[in-house]
């Protein structure tokens, strides 16, 4: 019920307390209205019935003298009163017929309806009057029985009066209405007085009863006399003394004493009731005046009775209307101004916030409409200062955000970060899927991520590595020095091709609050620097190369080399020609020329001191001798081709550079033969200190030029390839080692002479001597049928000489191993070839323990006599 | 605090010796193999050890796991020559606190024992 009645819309919320309110008014008003009206209808009701009263009483005055009038003609037995009695009669009948026409007017039918059977019983008592008359006229009625017959028509008639005017609300209107009716029955009882006194004086005697009768009518005329001047108001009072005085009534009173003295009664009849008629002429002056102030008073009361019900109902409809107009406008303002706030409130639930709301009653409500304007100002500050972080919220993503990913988009490096179980961020630079060739990096953990990349040792220190890097009781430095991405390999595939890179991967903690939060990798791409780096450093090599190469040129003699490179490089063109010639057959054997080739281009590159050659020949040695353990199949060849191609190639460098270098040879001043010939020596003397050195074995050479020849260029490479053979066998068979030297009594260093002469047949004639052990015939002699040389039998025919020269045979070799400078076989006869080759013979002479020679001559050519051209 | 120096290389030892700073490091010893540092270690309780690697007899790593297990609460710096990455995080691994590699400079030295003994003393 309660619920009920504050769900109510706030306009039936105050019909609800209103309705009520008004009909209580209303039924309220209803009864003072009511009130008014009854007592308007009451008092005008009273008025007309007064009316009435006072016509009745007008007939009672006219019966009352009649009767009186009546006695005396009745006491003198018709002698006198008889004309008085007739005009009484007819002033009786007129004021009849006044009261007859009165109550028969319409405007009194209000109070006949209520009175109708009053007044038409007393009509009947009138109608008794024209009996009573002609009873009166026969003389068959005594005067008493008479008076009775009136008093009993005026009795009844006092009655009525009393009942037409004794209903009445108002209490002062009741109280003189009662006042006026004793006053009516105490006039009655004078009139009675008059009647009894007139009688009395005419037949001048009273008896008892009659005295009786008379006495009473005085006491009840006196006592209602009396009740009347108590309750009357004091207006009537003043009017009934001021009028009721003078002779008639201290005459009147006189008489009364006289017939209560019941004395004599000599008073003339007429004169008593003349003297009475005065008095009661002056009680009804009286009674016409209270009559009058009561009627008047009646119209007054009912004049404001109506006013009064006139003015409730206006003051009634006149608050009504305004209750119901301010209530009205209230609840209408209420109401619209709810609407108001509902509407406002609708508008704000939906978001707006744009307006402010107006209530113009200063009310509770327009309290709120304040707190809510408010309230929206607070919510639009609110919004402002949102929108304004928000703006710097997207003003930072634009420019900070953005810029980073720009950053990480176009960064040549690789960038992430790591968490704390080594996983790769899901932002990193763009340059991560570049290095690894590889999309979708993030998420994955990094040292799954490298696996396929580096080599298994590198991930096992790569996933500690990162272990330590996570602890924060380790130094960032300390650890940091332990990267094993610092600078690494890496193995990428693409489309199935796999890329060599080199990466250097660099670390760095990211700490929050002293925890490691993440850990900052970057990555960049090394393979250019590195490979750079790599050909810087083969540029170097190549440059040192370059630089010994000049060196070793300079330290040369120009002819001896440039002999050198021209021999070489027609050597080597030799080994393509025949192999060009071979094709197809013996490979074995061209092996072995290529082979002796190489080993003799060795020997000459190592005497002249070209360190850069003897090591070239000597890796192509290398390389054939690995294919003469095996069969030796076509395809072999090529790889030792390319090998002496390269030879070749620095052959051809050198020669370029020498071209050079001989320019400046040729601006000296001294003789260039000379100068080539000095450096031709002093190259055999390096060439002999290495190999000493290198085979322990101290030597010494001793160069003996008899007539100061110069050696002619085309002999400059022969002489030397020659000498070079020599000395290698010398030191690799002949000299013995020092502790050897020193038990045969030798001197410790062994000793080479070498001597230049030049005979009138324009021949050279070279001598080579060392003080070594000589040759061994029977030595040589095993070694030759082992090597399938020669039969053991054939030897049976052999001179001593014979047999020592079998060691110019190609394939003979008395030491063990092969070296440098021993060979397997080639050196001596090669020197065979040589001297052959330049047209010349050689002879040998040796004693075994003591020394070996050998004599050469070369025949000299007259136009070999002129220096090197530098651009020959 | 007391210094114990482990390092085959007699050169190297007096490096370390002359380059200890301005911390009050006593020299409780001197060893040139694992066995003998290990000894020391025993008899002495160095707070400070600098550990080579490559050591005959016992080497540095073999040697460390012994000291850890003997004295947990050394500090024990790595100086060694080995560049091999991996060999150096198991020196860390097995609880080694510092790291450098030879050659030494004097400042770098410092530097090691600064950071050695600062990071452990907070």
């Known amino acids: 019920m309660r619920n009920r009645l504050h769900d109510l819309s706030i306009r039936r919320k105050f019909a609800v307390v209103l309705v009520p309110l008004v009909l209580t008014i209303l039924v309220f008003d209803y009864f003072q209205i009511r009130d008014s009206f009854l007592d308007y209808k009451d008092s005008t009701r009273l008025n007309k019935a007064i009316i009435v009263g006072i016509e009745i009483n007008h007939v009672v005055h006219e019966i009352q003298k009649e009767r009186g009038i009546t006695s005396g003609y009745l006491s003198a037995k018709g002698e006198s009163f008889a004309q008085e009695l007739m005009a009484q009669r007819e002033r009786t009948d007129s004021t009849l017929q006044v009261f007859y026409r009165e109550v028969n007017d319409p405007r009194l039918d209000d109070v006949m309806q209520i009175h109708g059977k009053d007044i038409e019983d007393l009509k009947t008592y009138f109608n008794r009057l024209s009996q009573i008359r002609s009873q009166v006229d026969d003389l068959t009625l005594t005067p008493n029985r008479a008076i009775e017959y009136f008093s009993d028509i005026n009795g009844a008639a006092l009655n009525t009066v009393n009942d037409l005017i004794n209903e009445t609300r108002d209490k002062t209107l009741a109280q003189q209405v009662h006042a006026i009716i004793y006053f009516l029955k105490s006039k009655e009882r004078t009139s009675i007085e008059r009647a009894m006194g007139t009688q009395v004086f005419a037949v001048k005697r009273m008896d008892n009863d009659m005295y009786n009768t008379y006495s009473s009518l005085v006491s009840a005329q006196e006592s209602y006399l009396d009740a009347f001047l108590t309750i009357t108001n004091e207006e009537s009072r003043e009017y009934f003394e001021r009028i009721v005085k003078g002779p008639d009534v201290d005459e009147a009173r006189r008489l009364q004493q006289v017939l209560l003295t019941n004395r004599s009664f000599d008073e003339d009849p007429s004169h008593f009731y003349n003297v009475l008629t005065g008095k009661i002429n002056s009680l009804k002056m009286v009674e016409d005046f209270m009559s009058d102030r009561i009627h008047n008073y009646t119209e007054t009361v009912a004049a404001s009775a109506n006013r009064e019900f006139v003015l409730f109902v206006v003051i009634d409809l006149v608050v009504a209307i305004i209750t119901f107009l301010l209530v009205g406008s209230i609840v209408r303002n209420i109401v619209s101004n709810v609407n108001i706030l509902e509407a406002f409130t609708k508008k704000i639930a939906a978001g707006d916030l744009s307006d402010e709301v107006h209530v113009s009653a200063r009310d509770e409500l327009g309290h709120y409409a304040d707190t809510f304007n408010v309230m929206v100002e607070e919510i639009n500050k609110s919004h402002a200062e949102l929108k304004k972080e928000r703006d710097q919220a997207e003003y930072l993503y634009e420019n900070i955000y953005k810029q980073s990913e720009v950053v990480f988009e176009n960064v040549h490096q690789g960038i992430f970060l790591l968490d704390k179980d080594f996983k790769i961020s899901n932002l990193y630079s763009r340059a991560m899927e570049d290095i690894f060739e590889q999309k979708k990096i993030g998420g994955e953990n990094f040292g799954n991520f490298m696996r396929p990349h580096i080599i298994p040792r590198d991930l096992e220190a790569l996933e500690m590595f990162m272990k330590h890097l996570f602890n924060k009781d380790m130094d960032e430095e300390v650890v940091n020095q332990l990267n094993p991405v610092e600078q690494v390999k890496i193995f990428t595939e693409a489309d199935g091709i796999v890329n060599t890179k080199y990466i250097r991967v660099s670390f760095t903690r990211i700490e929050r609050n002293g925890e490691i939060q ?355 | 605090m007391k210094l114990l120096i482990v390092d085959d290389s007699s050169i190297m030892r007096r490096t370390i010796e002359k380059n200890l700073g301005d911390y009050d490091l006593e020299i409780v010893g001197m060893a040139s193999n694992g066995k003998e540092a290990l000894e020391m270690v025993k008899d002495t309780m160095p707070d400070v050890i600098t550990l080579d690697i490559t050591m005959p007899q016992m080497d540095g790593i073999t040697c460390l796991e012994s000291i850890m297990q003997i004295h947990p609460e050394a500090k024990v710096m790595i100086i060694t020559a080995l560049s091999d990455k991996l060999t150096g995080l198991q020196a860390l691994d097995k609880g080694a606190r510092g790291f450098m590699y030879k050659p030494v400079n004097p400042d770098d030295l410092t530097k090691a024992f600064d950071k050695l003994l600062n990071r452990n003393a907070n």
């Not at chain 1, 027609?570 to 190489?598: Q, V, W």
């Open chain 1, 518 to 872: 993440s850990i900052m990798a970057t990555i960049s791409d090394e393979t250019e620097s590195v490979l750079l780096q790599q050909h810087l450093e083969e540029a170097e090599e190549k440059k040192k190369r370059e630089t010994e190469q000049v060196l070793s040129i300079l330290k040369i003699d120009p002819a001896v080399l440039q002999g050198f490179l021209h021999n070489s490089k027609k050597i080597i063109k030799g080994i393509s020609e025949r192999y060009e010639a071979n094709k197809g057959r013996d490979l074995k054997e061209l092996m072995n020329f290529t082979f002796e080739t190489i080993h003799n281009l060795k020997g000459n590159a190592m005497v002249i001191g070209l360190d850069l050659m003897r090591e070239k020949f000597h890796l192509i040695e290398e390389s054939i001798a690995e294919f003469k353990e095996k069969d030796v199949a076509g395809k072999d060849f090529l790889t030792i081709l390319y090998e002496i191609d390269e030879a070749n190639k620095i052959l051809e460098d050198m020669e370029e550079m020498l071209h050079k270098v001989a320019s400046v040879y040729k601006n000296l001043p001294s003789e260039g033969q000379l100068v080539t010939n000095i450096m031709l020596l002093d190259t055999l003397e390096k060439g002999l200190e290495k190999m000493s050195k290198e085979l322990d074995k101290p030597v010494s050479l001793t160069f003996k030029n008899e007539k100061n020849l110069v050696i002619p260029d085309n002999l400059i490479n022969p002489f030397k390839d020659v000498m070079i053979q020599l000395m290698r066998n010398s030191l690799s068979h002949g000299i013995e080692s020092a502790n050897v030297r020193v038990a045969l009594d030798k001197m410790v260093k062994g000793n080479i002479i070498v001597s230049v002469d030049r005979t009138d047949q324009n021949e050279m004639i070279i001598s080579y001597c060392d003080d070594g052990k000589g040759l061994d015939i029977e030595e040589i002699a095993t070694k030759a049928v082992e090597r399938e040389i020669i039969t053991e039998a054939s030897l049976e025919d052999m001179s001593d000489e014979e047999i020592a020269r079998l060691i110019f045979n190609n394939g003979f070799s008395t030491a063990g191993k092969a070296d440098d400078y021993s060979g397997r076989g080639q050196g001596m006869s090669l020197v065979k070839t040589i001297i052959e080759e330049n047209g010349g013979a050689f002879d040998i002479n040796f004693v075994p323990g003591q020394f070996f020679e050998m004599n050469m001559r070369l025949p000299l050519l007259a136009n070999q006599n002129e220096p090197i051209e530098a651009a020959s």
